[in-house]
């Protein structure tokens, strides 16, 4: 039995792209019991050493085989969640939808991730975390001023408005059904999700508070919310917005008659200022200036170096599994006893799930099953 807040949890996380096996992950690594569910050709013996399959075990299951179906049925009748991540109606065709799957338990949580969501007239069609922001009218947020939008990786869409709010929908789904005994559907849109994480600058953004991409407070437009590149070619982040952190951060630098920082009109002269004193100095010298002030100032560290951060260090923020580190499962929760992080492996005894050697021998001999 896996220890944690979702211990006794069972998941069945049908394979697809990275949002589907983040959600996983995120239950997973608080304690649930996550079997994967991926093509036969697909599965070994080998432990999966994705960071997303952490903690799961992984079966290989024919989907288009009557027996595959009535596999994963069985399966899904000792399970409390499915995460399907199939366009609209294929998981129907299969024989294995919501409907299908709740005739057999009505207790299960059906978990649904697309990017268009399960109607709408752009939900049969593909895309991208990229077109999902493009929609949600994130994306014309984002980017410096007179440039052309751009995305942060696929953070936003993908795992934020997606896998990560899928988790949270499996939650609610999970703890209404302590009330009602019955499971419920969860329709995780990321072209949705992406809109309610933007929900800060709605109003702003409508009532003409909030300007054109790159002018603003917290897009780059103020020169006190941006990176600055130091001598030596790295950067530095500047996060000084209160009054106080602001004079905190010029008093270290030794800056003195400044342009108002208050007056927008003198923003671009300010952030040459800025951007020619941080160029006078190494990163790691200004560092130095800055270590255990409060000048909202940091190194834009790469992802080896924030692993090796004091802070991070600290704090176990990063892990070494195998031959990788990984970021600790978040939230902590206090007192939670540690997670499993261990690669995934393939799971051979179903019996718990409800197939026994007998059934699953005929199975793995039909090629249905690995």
């Known amino acids: 039995m896996r220890e944690g807040p979702l211990a006794g949890v069972r998941v069945l996380e049908l394979a697809g792209l990275a949002p589907g096996p983040f959600a996983g992950m995120m ?93 709408g007239p752009l939900a049969p069609t593909a895309g991208h975390d990229i077109d999902y922001i493009a929609i949600s009218g994130v994306l014309s947020m984002l980017g410096r001023a007179g440039e052309q939008p751009t995305p942060p990786i696929n953070i936003l869409g993908d795992f934020a408005g997606g896998g990560l709010m899928l988790a949270y929908g499996v939650l609610l789904a999970l703890f209404e059904r302590e009330r009602t005994g019955r ?21 702003g953004a409508q009532s003409g508070f909030w300007g054109p ?21 790295q950067h530095l982040a500047v996060g000084a917005l209160e009054p106080q952190f602001w004079e905190e951060m010029i008093r270290l630098m030794g800056l003195t008659d400044l342009p108002d920082r208050d007056d927008r009109a003198q923003w671009p002269a300010l952030k040459a200022r800025l951007a020619e004193a941080f160029r006078s100095r190494t990163r790691a010298e200004w560092e130095a200036v800055f270590d255990g002030s409060d000048a909202c100032v940091s190194p834009v560290l790469s992802m080896t170096e924030a692993a090796e951060h004091p802070h991070n260090v600290a704090r176990g923020s990063f ?42 021998g005929k199975l793995r001999e039909a090629g249905v099953l690995a």
């Open 183 to 203: 499971g419920r559907v969860i329709d995780a849109a990321m072209v949705d999700g992406a809109a309610i994480l933007f929900a800060m600058f709605s109003h």
């Open 319 to 360: 892990v070494q599994v195998g031959d990788y580190k990984q970021p600790l499962p978040a939230p902590r929760l206090d007192g939670a006893p540690a997670p499993d992080l261990s690669p995934a492996t393939r799971l051979t005894d179903l019996g718990a799930w409800g197939l026994d050697a007998t059934e699953t």
């Open 213 to 233: 991409r790159g002018t603003n407070l917290l897009d780059t437009g103020a020169p006190m919310y941006d990176t600055y590149e130091t001598a030596d070619g």
């Open 27 to 119: 239950l997973a690594d608080h304690g649930a019991d996550v079997l994967r569910v991926d093509r036969v050709k697909a599965v070994h013996d080998r432990p999966r050493t994705d960071v997303m399959d952490r903690g799961k075990h992984t079966i290989g299951l024919d989907l288009k085989a009557p027996e595959g179906v009535g596999a994963f049925k069985e399966l899904a009748r000792h399970a409390d969640v499915v995460i399907e991540v199939f366009r609209p109606g294929v998981a129907e065709r299969l024989g294995i939808g919501p409907a299908d799957l709740h005739a057999v338990n009505p207790r299960l949580v059906y978990g649904r991730m697309t990017g268009w969501g399960q109607d």
